[in-house]
């Protein structure tokens, strides 16, 4: 009996995802697009993919630091081709910096836009080209209905949208299925060698449909995200940084 309430649970659990917004593409995306530990905030523990994303910063670092890890995540969507589309009003990224993380910067199509609503209007219109392998906007305010019509924009059209929201005024309830905060975190440096580390960021996840939040200490490393709390724990010889 305790195991058929337990199967009939867990179908329903399968049942309610899709429309909690969670697709369920089959494709080898669903392995690449894997995020290191947080990978187990994620229901089934894969990340959402075919849904928007909402990334909220408080200053330049903090765009600078979610930028590097969409890039991450980018790099992976990209690996079977497909263009991306990065809409902002100014130039946030510097596109040769996206070769560390393997992208062709050619494969990124930036569109500079002033005015807000017409950055809502792009990202609305991009997330229904089914040719794209994802969307970034770089916006301020983001109202309900509109993160409502980005969500049903991908579910018809598969793109994954990440949202980038830098000082909101008003941090109001939206549909997106997850909301991240991105902070810097030092480099880390092996042998006392000279130079810059592998990116390091605090992520945390404040928000995910039917999942778990939590915080981690992530570096991008061979083109991957790994848990810095497993390099910090081996004994300085034993770190690598390249």
Known sequence: ???????????????????????????????DVEPGPIKYAFPNEV?????????????????AATGGFIAG??????????ASLWITSCKTVFPPALKSFSIDPDKI??????????????????LKCRGLAAVVAEMKELSFTASRRFQLAVEQSNVTGFIL??????????????RW???PLPTIISDDMPGVGFPCWNVELLKIRNGKPGSWQIEWFANSFR???????????????G
């Open 47 to 63: 990340f959402p993919l075919g849904a928007v994303h909402e990334f909220l910063c408080k200053g330049t670092e903090d765009i």
């Open 109 to 126: 199509v930036f569109v500079y836009l002033q005015n807000e609503r017409d950055i809502m209007w792009a990202m609305e219109e991009a």
């Open 1 to 31: 009996m305790a195991a058929r309430k337990a199967d009939i649970i867990a179908q329903l659990q399968k049942d309610i995802l899709p429309l909690q917004g969670f697709k369920q593409i089959s494709n080898s995306l669903t392995e």
């Open 73 to 82: 995540i980018l790099a992976k969507l990209m690996r079977y081709g497909g």
């Open 165 to 178: 929201r830098c000082n909101p005024r008003n941090l109001n309830t939206t549909a997106c299925i997850t």
């Open 227 to 241: 848990h810095i709390a497993a390099i910090t724990s081996l004994p300085q010889k034993q770190r690598k940084t």
């Open 181 to 183: 905060k991105i902070t």
